[in-house]
């Protein structure tokens, strides 16, 4: 199973006025994130389902993904929140119980995406690896009964590598 | 400072009667490190050198890189060896005492390349990561007098995700 994590595009500056949740992407972010979507299709890359944090710039990442036709799904997931605890979504992994060959793509946000990542490959939290936003993560699920520190990673890309 | 780790390209087969340092690059190796090089170039990636292992099918790819106008210094490291000791390599870099904005790029063997990541970003060796051939890993390096375990990953991508 491989998992590709995307860090949702740049969105527009925080407001007194406006809870987080509730940030838009910006138009440059909604640009670039349309550029991976594109990437990721030349790629031939399809997700059977996106699963994203609700918040409202990740939701609209999401929905950018799936209208690339890189998925046919989109799923609100709470544990993708920015408060969000991995081993509820590990939890909901498993119970869903998917195919080995599937292909899921989360949508969130920092530092979640690089912590989980490294709980999944090398089981605890260092803070070693760089993720910008719309960069994406793909780790290989080797072990979906046991996932903790016994994934492999194979792609870790900020953006300009990807669309230039 | 930032080190590029990138693995030679495909190389022609094994065969009994020719030494494993004196493969060359297969022509399809060829093809995709020139399409590496090319996307390297419009990312405005320079090196300030490339240090390559003395096998032939690494220093064939290093060639491909500086043709490209990606550096114009190459230089052969035994380190860069598929035996060769990362110890060997730290030892002649902090002797170098390079700019802090230095690019460097090596271009070596697996399993070497990611165990020297893995020691370099987590300080021990896990063989969690997966690097194709012609793939890149991108660290950087932020405290050269201890690299071990204190370095960052920005960077992990096989060819297809770059030149595609």
């Not at 999401?62 to 509820?88: M, R």
């Not at 969130?108 to 989980?116: A, F, I, K, R, S």
Request: net charge positive; aromatic share 6%.
């Amino acid at each position: 199973m491989k998992i590709y994590l995307i860090r949702h595009g740049i969105a527009e500056l925080k407001a007194i006025d406006k809870p987080d949740a509730d940030r838009m992407l910006a138009k440059r972010g909604i640009v670039k994130i349309q550029k991976i979507a594109q990437k990721l299709s030349r790629l031939d890359i399809k997700f059977d389902v996106i699963i994203t944090s609700p918040y409202r710039r990740a939701q609209e990442t999401a929905i950018i993904l799936k209208q690339a036709a890189l998925s046919e799904q989109i799923i609100e997931h709470s544990a993708l929140k920015p408060e969000g605890n991995i081993l509820e979504w590990i939890n909901s992994i498993q119970e869903q119980n998917y195919p080995i060959d599937t292909n899921i793509c989360l949508v969130g946000h920092q530092p979640n995406l690089t912590d989980w990542t490294e709980l999944l490959v090398w089981g605890k939290i260092q803070n070693r690896l760089s993720l910008k936003k719309a960069g994406i993560i793909g780790i290989e699920l080797l072990n979906s009964s046991n996932p903790i520190g016994t994934c492999e990673l194979f792609l870790l890309t900020s953006p300009k590598w990807m669309i230039n």
